[in-house]
Antibody, heavy 124, light 109 residues
Framework: EVQLVESGGVVLQPGGSLRLSCAAS????????MHWVRQTPGKGLEWVSL????????YYADSVKGRFTISRDNTKNSLYLQMSSLRAEDTAFYYC?????????????????WGQGTLVTVSS | SYVLTQPPSVSVAPRQTARITCGGN??????VHWYQQKPGQAPVLVVY???DRPSGIPERFSGSNSGNTATLTISRVEAGDEADYYC????????????FGTGTKVTVL
């Protein structure tokens, strides 16, 4: 059974830093690109960042570029999001999500499994 | 960046059909994915590549995509279908490759 379990969400002040983690199990982790997606409570979904299966390619939403860094450790089946210079507008549930594969084992552009999310609150 | 527009809400009686639209410029040329999110839960993929269903998703969920509108159709609606629904596309050549729609709250009357 595929499982994604996020951790690290806390309440912190503007300007602070935080690292989120996502522990993956039930699948071959290094076969898949992984993502972070966030959702402000009561609002819609916002894609945050992508990392390729080998960590060699990363992308970021403009709203977090230069402040957030995505990484992974395939030996530990873990995904990370280092967040710095946090702002009130970064307050959200942060979900770890797996990008599914096509029948040709290429990236599909869809999120086929999601974790339950971890809440980050940035407030003074 | 690419924008996907959904109606904020759709109301439907039990056993009737709900249709949720997702509007985007020439969206018919892209693969559209749909997610269901119930309160306090993570999103779940219910339709991918316009009209395919992941294993375990009931046949009552179907999708179509043409022109500037993609549609998620829920047939024979049940109380348990009450949730938020989001469309999503992948723009592989874009700096903003993963785009979500604005979301639609489906209420079962």
């Amino acid at each position: 059974e595929v499982q994604l379990v996020e951790s690290g969400g806390v309440v912190l002040q503007p300007g602070g830093s935080l690292r989120l983690s996502c522990a993956a199990s039930g699948f071959t982790f290094d076969d898949y690109a992984m993502h972070w997606v966030r959702q402000t409570p009561g609002k819609g979904l916002e894609w945050v960042s992508l990392i390729s299966w080998d960590g060699g390619t990363t992308y970021y939403a403009d709203s977090v570029k230069g402040r957030f860094t995505i990484s992974r450790d395939n030996t530990k089946n873990s995904l990370y999001l280092q967040m710095s210079s946090l702002r009130a507008e970064d307050t959200a549930f942060y979900y770890c999500a797996r990008e599914g594969l096509t029948e040709y084992s290429t990236s599909s552009g869809r999120f086929d499994y999601w974790g339950q999310g971890t809440l980050v609150t940035v407030s003074s | 960046s690419y924008v996907l527009t959904q109606p904020p809400s759709v109301s439907v009686a039990p056993r009737q059909t709900a249709r949720i639209t997702c509007g985007g410029n020439n969206i018919g040329s892209k693969g559209v994915h749909w997610y269901q999110q119930k309160p306090g839960q993570a999103p779940v993929l219910v339709v991918y590549d316009d009209s395919d269903r992941p294993s375990g998703i009931p046949e009552r969920f179907s999708g179509s995509n043409s022109g500037n509108t993609a549609t998620l159709t829920i047939s024979r609606v049940e109380a348990g279908d009450e949730a938020d629904y989001y469309c999503q596309v992948w723009e592989s050549s874009s700096d903003h490759p993963y785009v979500f729609g604005t979301g639609t709250k489906v209420t079962v009357l």
